[in-house]
T-cell receptor
Framework: GDSVTQMEGPVTLSEEAFLTINCTYT??????LFWYVQYPGEGLQLLLK?????DKGSNKGFEATYRKETTSFHLEKGSVQVSDSAVYFC???????????FGTGTRLQVFP | EPEVTQTPSHQVTQMGQEVILRCVPI?????FYWYRQILGQKVEFLVS????????KSEIFDDQFSVERPDGSNFTLKIRSTKLEDSAMYFC???????????FGPGTRLTVL
C-alpha cells in the first residue's frame, strides 16, 4: 500500500542554519503531497502542498518540490528560527481514497 | 479565517465507559475525517464521512467506534466502551468540494484510566 518515509529526528540546528527534512513516498497513483506542522501543544497545521510532479509548494520561507523521478518531497528552509521548533509531518493523498497517509514526523529543535 | 474546532480539549475516562468527541468542521466543507495519534507515534486515519455516511474506514475503526453528524454543524466520534489503548490525541479534519486539502482541528486528548 501507499506509504511515507521521513528522516528520523530530532533535527537540532542553530538559528539561521539551513534546514532539510527528507521525505520519500510510495504510491501507485499520482498523489498530492503535503507538509503539516505541529507546534508544541497544538494540532496539525497545513504548511504547504504540491499536487503534481515538479510543483513547488512554499509558505513561511519553507519550500518543497514534488520529485516524481525520486519519489521525494523534501522540506527545506534557508534560515530557521527558534519559532520553527515543531514536529513536521509529510503526508500524501492518492486521490482514490479520502485518507491522508502520514510519515512518522520529524522533530525540529532550533537553538538561539 | 475559518477553522475546525474540537471539544473537549482533554477528556479523562474510566476503561469501559463511553466517550463522545465533538468537532465543528469548517462551515462549507462537505468531507469530514477523524484521525488519531498515540503519543510519540504517527498520525493514523480512522474514518472519513461524506453525504451522511462513512466513505472509508481503517482497521482501527471497529464496532466500538461510530461517527455521526447529528445536525448541520457538528461531527462526532463515539467510542462505545473505551480501552486503555484508546488513549491518544484525536484529530478532526474537514475538506471542501474539489480539493484534497484537509484542515485539522486542535485535537482532543483522550486519557483512558
Amino acid at each position: 500500500g501507499d506509504s511515507v518515509t521521513q528522516m528520523e529526528g530530532p533535527v537540532t540546528l542553530s538559528e539561521e542554519a539551513f534546514l532539510t527534512i527528507n521525505c520519500t513516498y510510495t504510491a501507485t497513483g499520482y498523489p498530492s503531497l503535503f507538509w503539516y506542522v505541529q507546534y508544541p501543544g497544538e494540532g496539525l497545521q497545513l504548511l504547504l502542498k504540491a499536487t503534481k510532479a515538479d510543483d513547488k509548494g512554499s509558505n513561511k520561507g519553507f519550500e518543497a518540490t514534488y520529485r516524481k523521478e525520486t519519489t521525494s518531497f523534501h522540506l527545506e528552509k534557508g534560515s530557521v528560527q527558534v519559532s520553527d521548533s515543531a514536529v513536521y509531518f509529510c503526508a500524501l493523498s492518492d486521490g482514490n481514497t479520502d485518507k491522508l497517509i502520514f510519515g512518522t514526523g520529524t522533530r525540529l529543535q532550533v537553538f538561539p | 479565517e475559518p477553522e475546525v474546532t474540537q471539544t473537549p480539549s482533554h477528556q479523562v475516562t474510566q476503561m469501559g465507559q463511553e466517550v463522545i468527541l465533538r468537532c465543528v468542521p469548517i462551515s462549507n466543507h462537505l468531507y469530514f475525517y477523524w484521525y488519531r495519534q498515540i503519543l510519540g507515534q504517527k498520525v493514523e486515519f480512522l474514518v472519513s464521512f461524506y453525504n451522511n455516511e462513512i466513505s472509508e474506514k481503517s482497521e482501527i475503526f471497529d464496532d466500538q467506534f461510530s461517527v455521526e453528524r447529528p445536525d448541520g454543524s457538528n461531527f462526532t466520534l463515539k467510542i462505545r466502551s473505551t480501552k486503555l489503548e484508546d488513549s491518544a490525541m484525536y484529530f478532526c479534519a474537514s475538506s471542501g468540494e474539489g480539493t484534497d486539502t484537509q484542515y485539522f482541528g486542535p485535537g482532543t486528548r483522550l486519557t483512558v484510566l
